[in-house]
């Protein structure tokens, strides 16, 4: 069996593109260019690192992209104002405000802040449950990535056993309802485990299961004999070790040869969430100009 690589580069690459294609054709109609707006509170180097990224696919689609940069010491209250002007902004297609945001600041009041027609992060809980009953509505980027990749490399879903390990808000809980639900990508059977399931039933479900989706932030986590051959696993976590190398969550060198399909770090999932976040920006522009 050859293992071989799910590259994010590639498919993010190829996204954007068709993005850039659409765009054009829109502008060359008379209509303004796609734009994203992103607050970045304080100084976080791995937030300073995914928001350089945003802008620069931003170019690449043909986006105008905005970077508002904000104090630490901000309060709550002026970053909400903040976001409510640009709620009221029209010229504005998305929002997003880059997490993790400073402690005094409760991330769930920002999260809730952002119009749902802009929150171009589908963390919004209106986006999150319109996605939950298989409605139209921003599906959140990284979960969204992960689903695009796989419809890329025509990687079979229907009837599959997946198991999910992790349930955040951001990855665990909405790739489990994307890839259960009835989507274009879709109809599984999924397991969701985190970290209260307990070890023998995690690898009960694991070595059973067709794909293996895990982000829990911890290196290594997940070992070869934990999965099945041939198995499709997808690696979202972004860890760094002692050393400065970038690691996920996968024990990649001893897991991959088992693999039929795997993501690799960096070059995996973190570009396609950047991918998703722009055809999210797509479809909330369309939105606007009545253009889907």
Not at 138 to 144: D, E, G, K
């Amino acid at each position: 069996m050859q293992m071989k690589l799910l590259d994010g580069k590639k498919c993010a690459e190829h996204l954007v593109a068709d993005i850039s294609l659409k765009v054009a054709g829109y502008v060359a109609s008379g209509l303004r260019k796609p734009h994203m707006t992103i607050i970045l509170v304080g100084k976080h180097a791995p937030s300073e690192s995914y928001v350089k990224s945003k802008i620069v696919s931003c170019e690449k689609a043909g986006f105008e992209g905005n970077l508002i940069r904000l104090p630490e010491e901000i309060n709550e209250a002026e970053l909400l104002e903040r976001i409510h002007g640009i709620n009221n902004d029209q010229t504005t297609d998305g929002l997003i405000v880059q997490l993790p945001v400073p402690k005094h600041i409760d991330q769930q009041n920002i999260i809730n802040a952002i119009a749902p027609e802009k929150d171009i992060d589908g963390f919004h809980p209106t986006n999150f449950g319109r996605m939950t009953l298989g409605q139209k509505a921003f599906r959140p980027a990284t979960a969204y990535g992960i689903c695009k990749l796989l419809q890329f490399y025509e990687i079979p879903i229907k009837g599959k056993h997946c198991v999910v390990i992790g349930r955040s808000n951001i990855v665990g809980k909405p790739i489990s309802i994307m890839l259960s639900n009835d989507f274009d990508i879709g109809n599984a059977t999924v397991t969701l485990t985190h970290i209260e399931t307990p070890r023998e039933l995690l690898l009960d479900e694991t070595r059973r299961a067709d794909i293996v989706i895990v982000a829990v932030g911890i290196p290594g986590f997940v070992t070869e004999d934990m999965v099945k051959p041939g198995v499709v696993l997808i690696d979202v976590g972004i860890n760094r070790l002692e050393n400065g190398k970038l690691v996920g969550d996968v024990d990649f060198e001893n897991v991959a040869p088992k693999c039929s399909w795997i993501t690799p770090v960096p070059g995996g999932v973190g570009r396609m969430t950047v991918a998703a976040l722009m055809i999210n920006t797509l479809m909330a522009y369309q939105n606007n100009f009545n253009l889907a």
